[in-house]
């Protein structure tokens, strides 16, 4: 069916998960996957025909080939630094846009006509403008036209507030994802959904406690059999991959039975892992962290003015919040229940949906309106005399955190030389009184104040911040109306062409180089190591039949080069197996295929270690 509106939709880029979702019959609805599924792992897999898998096709092939597979790729962004993925160096940006064209897949063919589909997506609050900036580029790498880049909370609170136009009260988001943890104060009146104050920590989340689990699982090994799992990425992945599952269950149960067989070797004997973890070892394990967002809670408040018994609603969002001790901390703060009818999966995509909506006229009945806040002071690095001293680097606010936006404000500086002709306008974001301590967001000169005493000359240097979080500084000088800006937005745009065709190339490239063969059987020695042991049940669920196929003549390719190490009766048991690929790969169905290849991978393994021998 064809859509009769401008497509416009709603995206989840989320750290551990991400989902797409647009407005259907006035209502936000989200967009499946062609497999069905409602939200998809952010994982990110290139194969060894310069394939790009994300998703649940990924995450089976992270634990045969980790080197070609990313996750949590939203904790790189903003970071300029490369990051390698199937030997190619790619920006976090770039990967990320990797994850947002998969999801563009799930709309492209609702709209067949269409080059450019708008999108607004979502990000934590407590995001910097460098991020921002990031995913904004992400979502164009990816085909969009990027509309608006929103906060998460705010998005969970408009899902929320969908149909609810009457309602009074302040609403508090927790928001405890993958990799991240925001929470926001949001007042509702009206139909009209203000953020009071965010705060939040982008580098805790759900991430976090799996890495501790497996820093405890680890140490059991490296107790055992002074061995230490972590230095091997393959063990590590697996490793990883078992805390999260531990993780999941201990929100269910208060005891899980952690049994990995074949983790790594010593001295080519098999070293497993096999131990209890029970709920109260965990909470341990993670309380500081939680601790850490309550008083992020706290802070939210307070900067909000309100008192926890001010608050109407919790809403919990992100799949951290399954975890029963979060529920008990805010139950204990806020004595009530938090709400529970919300999906903490979808709700941000639900959300970024009806912002959407009420951008395209969509949703103009429900006459719902949001405003957000500036989770981040900003200023500029002046001269400050303390006492009889003058202290260079002092961060001067001018938008203190927590301002609605969109704001502009003005503040007005001071020439502090005689005879001084020029100023340096240098802008920081962030929370220290030293500038150089926040983030910089740019610097320009203002030229051409007439020479004057110290003190007499006046600049005013005035900021805008837009709905988007996109800053405009510009400095005047007072006597004579000598202007100068610089929109940090525009500055990115700017170069942005130039680096966003670069983007797309090296994209292009990476992919064309990462191919380990087409045709032909070519491998290298590091994809080699393809001992599937792992969890099996999880691989041959997600395995897809093109990366089963890589795998099949990798594995293949193995073998041949193996047999000439055997003695004559393992050398002809290995070539039969060979064999039987070789004609199921003429005709590739998965079943067959991958239980013939898991009996091939696993003679490689045994023969591979007496081959040593
Ligand atoms: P999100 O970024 O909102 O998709 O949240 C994903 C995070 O939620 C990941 O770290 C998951 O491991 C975690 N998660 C999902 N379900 C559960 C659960 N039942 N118990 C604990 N954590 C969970």
Known sequence: MKS???????????????????????????????????????????????????????????????SRTISAIKRHMGSEEPLSIADQMLLPEEISSLILKELKGFVATTFPDETAIEA????????????????KRAGELAGFVVERIINEPTAAALAFGLGKPDQTGHILVYDLGGGTFDVSVVEMYSGILEVKASAGNNLLGGE????????????????????????????????KEKAEETKKLLSMSERVDVSIPLLCFKDKDPIGLAIEITR????????????ETTELVTRALADAHLLPTDINEVLLVGGSTRIPKVRELIRDIFEM???????????????????????????????LISTDVAPFSMGISVLHQIGASMRSDWFSVIIPRNTTIPVTRTEQYHTSSDGQRAVSIEIYQGESEQAKENYSLGEFMLEGIPANLAGEEAIDVTFSYNINGILEVAAKCVSNGKEMHISVHDQLQRDSEEEFSQSLERI???????????????????EMDITVEADDEFLSANRSLA??????????????????????????????????????LE??????????????????????MEGED
């Not at 992919?511 to 590091?526: C, I, M, Q």
């Open 508 to 526: 292009h490239q990476a992919l064309a180089n990462s191919r380990l063969f087409d045709d032909e059987f070519d491998f290298d020695d590091e």
């Open 337 to 367: 229940e938090p709400r529970t009818d919300v999906d903490p999966d979808e709700t941000v995509a639900l959300g970024a949906a009806v912002q959407a909506g009420i951008k395209s006229g969509e949703l103009t009945a429900e006459s």
């Open 547 to 584: 990366s089963l196929i890589d795998e099949a003549k990798l594995a293949v390719a193995k073998g041949q080069r193996l047999v000439s190490a055997l003695d004559e009766l393992a050398a002809k048991n290995l070539l039969q197996q060979v064999d039987q690929v070789l004609q199921l």
């Open 208 to 239: 976090d406690f799996d890495w501790l689990l497996l820093d405890y699982m680890a140490e059991h090994v490296v107790a055992e059999y002074g061995v230490d799992p972590r230095l091997d990425l393959r063990a590590k992945t697996l490793l």
């Open 280 to 291: 109260v070892q965990f909470e341990a394990m993670i309380d500081d962290l939680l601790r």
């Open 587 to 608: 005709n590739p169905e998965v079943t067959s295929l991958r239980n013939a290849l898991d009996d091939l991978v696993d003679m490689l393994i045994d023969y591979d």
């Open 4 to 66: 009769k509106t401008r497509p416009i939709v709603g995206i989840d880029l989320g750290t551990t998960n991400s989902a797409i979702a647009w407005i259907q019959e006035g209502k936000p609805a989200i967009v499946s996957s062609p497999k069905r599924e409602r939200i998809i792992p952010s994982v990110v897999h290139i194969d060894t025909r310069g394939q790009v898998l994300v998703g649940q096709d990924a995450v089976g092939s992270k634990i045969a080939m980790p």
């Open 120 to 135: 607004v997506i979502t990000v934590p609050a407590y995001f910097t403008d460098a991020q921002r900036r990031a995913t």
